[in-house]
Every structure is written in C-alpha cells, then in structure tokens.
C-alpha cells in the first residue's frame, strides 16, 4: 500500500510500481481510495499481486509505504473533518513500514514491535543522487522525486530488482525530462541500499519472484476499457459533464480523439449531455455519455425522450457511487440499480446490464452499442468506482471477433413507392430506422405520441398500437440476446451455496470462492446475474429453485437485485451480505460471509471494514 496526501506523488509511484510487477510476469490488481476534495487529502493505493489471476483486494498490507506521518496514524482526533484511522492497525505481523524520518516515528513511538519499521531521510537521499550528478540540489525542484525512496526500499524489502522498475519512469516523463531518468535511477538505487542496511542479513518475510516466462498482458483500468471497447464499438460521438468517476472515461478518450474517429464534448450540463447523445444517434453515428448518479438524475428526460422517439441509443454507462445526493462521490456502491431500471416518468423498454468484471465491461459496452441499434432503445451499463478506478491485469479484453450489429435499417427499396415511416408497426416492433441522408428516408419524431409517420397523435387505437409496438421488445430482447450473456452460473451446479450478485462483486466473489474451496471442503458457486432489465426471470427461477442455499451479496443497503428477483419471481433471499461503507467487497469479507453462511443458519452480514 503506498498512501500520502494528494499530489505528494501516491500515483505516480503506484503506477509505477505495478508496471513493474506486471511486465515481470505477474497478475496485478489495484485500485485506489480518495477523499472527495480537489487537492491536499489522504490518498491511498492498494497493490496486490501474485502469480495467479487476482481481481480484486485483501485486508492485510504487507508493506505499507508512507509519504506521510497521517498515512499511518490517520487524522488528529479532534479534527472533524474528512478524518480516518490510518492504516497502521492493517500493517500485519511481520509486516513492514517506510516512512520519512523527519516525521519523527521510532519503533517505540509506533507502538508496535512486530513491524519492521524503515525509516529514511527521503530529501536527504533525493539530494545525494541528484549531487553525484553534478547538479546543485534545488528542493523545489527535486522534491518530487522523493516519491521514489519509498520505491526504492520497497524493491529492497521484497528483493526486486529496481532495474525492472526504471524503464518505467523513463516511459512516464516527457521527452523534455529524460535528462532526469539517470537521477531518479541513483534515488531509488540509494533508497534500495538504505533499506537493504536497515534489513541486514535478516531480509523480509514477503519476497517477488518474477514470472518471465509468462506471456505479455494487459494491464488496464476499467474507465480505460470501456473507453476503449466504445472505439472498438464505433462510438462516433461521446458526451460528458464532469463529475467523479465517470469523467476519467472521457478524459481518457478525449486523449484519443486525435488519432480515432471519434469526437468528445463536454457539454454544459448532463441534460445537454444526454440530449445530444440523443440526437446524435438519431442522426446515424453511434453515441454514448458516461455519467455518476447525480449526472443520471438529470438524464431522465433525455432517457424517456431516446425511448418514445425510438432513437437507436444511446449508450450510456453509469459508474456508481455513494449516494443519495452528492453522497460519498469518490466512494463505491451499488445504490443505482433500481434507478437505472426506472431512469424516467412513464412506462418504456430500454436495457440495463451490468459487467462483473474488466474484459466483460469492455465486452458489455460493446453489445450495448448493438443492442441499442438493434433494438432501438438506450442501453445503460452499470459500472461502478470500482471497475472506473481499479487496474486489472487481462490476457486481452475479449472484444476481437465481437461483431459491429447496426439493426435494421430503413433502405427506399423496403417501401417501394410508401412513404417511409419511421414508427412503423411490425412483427418485432422494430421498425426500420433511416439514416439521415437516405433518399426517401426523411422523417419526423416527437416526445408525444405519435404515428406511423412520426406525427402527434392521442387516438386511443393509436396510443395502444405504439405503446406496445415499444413494450414488445422486451420480449424480444429476452429471446434474442443469448443466455450466456444474460447471466451465467460459475462453478458446480450442486454447490453447497450459491452467492447471488450482479456487477463488480464478481471481482471478490470469484478471488473469495478459490480461497474458500481451498481452505474447506465447502463448494459455492456463484450466480452472476448480467442483463437487470428485461429480467431472465424464468431461468433465473429455476436456478434459485434448485439452489442448496442462497446468500445474496450487494454492495448497497437494501440489497436491490434482491428486491427485483422478488418482484420478478417471487423468490425471497434471506440471507445477505450487504455492505453500505462506501468501499467495494475485499476478498475477505466475501470469504468471511461465506463461512457465515455456508454451515449456519440464516443472519444478515453487514459488513462494514475500510477506511
């Protein structure tokens, strides 16, 4: 864990960090937790890596490196303002921390004898090497390296090779900076031989052995793979209104639009940015925004306008996080299920799914475009903070072979000599959509009822034929999208539990079930429900019916996919793991509800860990 206050560097070394470990042959995952204000306060990254694929995080730190005295005793108790604990009491036994030795932390002040405890003069050991280049050390200057020591000992305390690391740094700094690679090599070579004296023949517990052999993967946060997976989709046209996490999807396209077909806007508020994803897809290019809740909350005219008006779109994925209101807005949840089912006043088909996982939410953000062409309807796909922020290593994010469906499209040869309408009543309820520019294809559409031909109209005959002309894709869209994509059931049929979630639970549920089964002789498998509106409700009955238990886990409060699946089947789970904190699943905690609730009778786990 490398942990410190905003803009000290926590990033960067992280970053670095779990390049390093990743391009040596082993799985990284991380992710990262941040106060709510712009600049200044306790930030924190999580790294884990092993030899085996990992998605998701543990409890425990096994070295924890500080840029900060708050990074390992929290904020003074009489502060009230955005305080925490630190993350000291998460150091194990055995465990190691490094911390500048100006702070003043000596084994005794720490409290704790069964630490080992590094503490370096970080601004001395960054002016020694940026001297034995010959340069006047200047503190405003160099400081900024002082993030490296931390790094440097790190390396030493795990016995990796910091020359894994520098081609690294050489990456990060612009063309103009490389004169400051040499230095930062002698700042983490130095910290390394610091932290190797301090360490002695004794070494450390916990050592990284690189995997060479394995073959390149990728190493990608989750607002990257979304962002990339619309690119790959054909997403011609991407609206945003800033706002945590979402925006890091845009910013990171935004960087591409240069070199993509691609063009980003921030618009002036999410109701502008919703309703020119919205005309966008009506005239023919595939269209997306990328919101939070309190984006989405003003989106919800533009979300009935896409339906009624049967645009062909848009696409629109919704990172959740704390709330109600502006809530815990750098934090995790899964609080807006049941709004995105119900994004809008009247009734009306669109489609909501939710990927578990990194390469599902590029794959979902694909088949969303499609849906949305296909089906003509907006597509929101669920995300969260977790897959936003969060850095997964993948073989590859699945989307090669993924084919691009633009549904069915309005050509002058379908009519013949009728005019074309826009709203025609078919079998599938579909009707074909002209793109703009088609000779003949010209229409009109409107957010009243209306006709065939697009024209207003509030005839009873009328209002009951395209009321369910639209209501009968859902219907459709359940016969059509495959089951394997709809929801998927892993591991054995006949497992002793079965852990009924949706979204980036599956991350800590799938790292938990291994530790589980590794440790016992319980089975779980773990039913992993993707497409939330239309509902698979049959499928999802029968599953739940044969069940041995159940044990439904959601990061929210009042276990919402829980909720549906009894208004869908009838079906009450009892037993939950509910987790309301702001902070995702670790895999302990899925690990700890398991035992809780494999052998013992029902409770109700409200896990309540983090920081």
């Known amino acids: 864990?490398?942990?410190?206050?905003?803009?000290?560097?926590?990033?960067?070394?992280?970053?670095?960090?779990?390049?390093?470990?990743?391009?040596?042959?082993?799985?990284?995952?991380?992710?990262?937790?941040?106060?709510?204000?712009?600049?200044?306060?306790?930030?924190?990254?999580?790294?884990?890596?092993?030899?085996?694929?990992?998605?998701?995080?543990?409890?425990?730190?096994?070295?924890?490196?500080?840029?900060?005295?708050?990074?390992?005793?929290?904020?003074?108790?009489?502060?009230?303002?955005?305080?925490?604990?630190?993350?000291?009491?998460?150091?194990?036994?055995?465990?190691?921390?490094?911390?500048?030795?100006?702070?003043?932390?000596?084994?005794?002040?720490?409290?704790?004898?069964?630490?080992?405890?590094?503490?370096?003069?970080y601004d001395d050991i960054v002016r020694s090497a940026v001297e034995e280049h010959g340069l006047e050390y200047n503190a405003r200057r160099h400081a900024v390296m002082a993030n490296m020591v931390p790094l440097g000992a790190c390396c030493a305390l795990l016995d990796f090779d910091v020359d894994r690391v520098i081609p690294i740094v050489a990456e990060r700094l612009p063309e103009r900076h490389q004169n400051l690679v040499p230095i930062n090599r002698s700042v983490l070579q130095h910290a390394w031989e610091a932290a190797h004296d301090i360490l002695g023949d004794a070494g450390f517990s916990q050592t990284l052995h690189p995997c060479d052999d394995q073959p390149a993967r990728m190493l990608v946060a989750g607002h990257e793979a979304i962002g990339i997976a619309k690119l790959h989709a054909g997403c011609a046209f991407q609206t945003y209104y800033p706002i945590a996490p979402a925006s890091d999807e845009s910013v990171y396209l935004e960087a591409l639009q240069a070199d993509w077909p691609i063009v980003v806007l921030q618009a002036e508020d999410e109701v502008a940015s919703m309703n020119m994803a919205v005309g966008a897809a009506h005239a023919g290019v595939r269209a997306s925004t990328s919101t939070a809740g309190p984006g989405f909350t003003l989106m919800a005219e533009g979300m009935g306008f896409a339906s009624i008006t049967e645009a062909p779109g848009p696409v629109v994925v919704l990172y959740q996080r704390g709330g109600p209101s502006t809530g815990l807005p750098t934090r995790n949840s899964q609080q807006d299920l049941r709004f995105a089912l119900q994004p809008a006043h009247g009734e009306f088909p669109h489609i909501v799914v939710a990927p578990g996982d990194v390469e599902e939410a590029a794959q979902y953000t694909h088949l969303a475009f499609n849906w949305g062409d296909r089906y003509q309807v907006p597509v929101v796909v669920l995300a969260d903070k977790f897959i936003a922020n969060s850095h997964f290593t993948v073989d590859s994010l699945g989307l090669k072979g993924l084919p691009v469906d633009r549904g069915a499209v309005w050509t002058g040869d379908v009519n013949g000599a009728e005019p074309y309408r826009r709203h025609q009543l078919t079998a599938s309820g579909v009707s074909p959509r002209a793109v703009p520019g088609t000779p003949g294809g010209e229409f009109v559409t409107t957010s009243d009822e209306h006709t065939e031909r697009g024209r207003i109209e509030e005839d009873i005959d009328n209002r009951i034929e395209q009321m369910d002309k639209r209501m009968q894709k859902l219907d459709i869209m359940l016969d059509e999208i495959p089951e394997s994509q709809q929801f998927t059931l892993h591991g054995s049929d006949d497992a002793d539990l079965t852990i009924v979630s949706w979204g980036s639970t599956r991350c800590p549920i799938r790292d938990a079930i291994r530790q589980i089964e590794r440790e016992s002789d319980i089975t779980v498998n773990n039913l992993q429900i993707r497409l939330l509106r239309p509902f698979p409700a049959e499928a999802v009955r029968e599953i739940l019916e044969r069940a041995n238990r159940l044990l439904l886990l959601e990061d929210n409060y009042a276990g919402q996919l829980g909720l549906l699946i009894a208004e869908q089947t009838g079906i009450q789970i009892e037993e939950k793991a509910l987790k309301y904190t702001g902070r995702p699943f670790s895999q302990d905690e899925v690990a700890e509800a398991i035992r809780r609730q494999a052998p013992m009778p029902a409770a109700v786990a409200a896990a309540a860990h983090g920081s």
Not at 35 to 64: K, W
Not at 90 to 103: F, L, N, R, T, Y
Not at 110 to 119: I, N, P
């Open 1 to 121: 864990m490398v942990g410190g206050p905003a803009g000290s560097g926590v990033n960067p070394a992280s970053e670095i960090f779990m390049k390093a470990c990743s391009r040596a042959g082993l799985f990284v995952f991380t992710n990262v937790e941040y106060h709510s204000n712009i600049h200044g306060r306790h930030i924190f990254f999580r790294i884990r890596t092993a030899d085996e694929p990992i998605t998701s995080h543990v409890e425990r730190v096994d070295v924890l490196l500080a840029l900060d005295s708050e990074t390992i005793y929290g904020t003074d108790p009489h502060q009230d303002y955005q305080s925490h604990k630190g993350h000291l009491h998460e150091v194990v036994p055995g465990g190691a921390i490094v911390v500048d030795a100006k702070v003043g932390i000596t084994t005794e002040t720490l409290g704790r004898d069964d630490v080992r405890l590094l503490s370096l003069p």
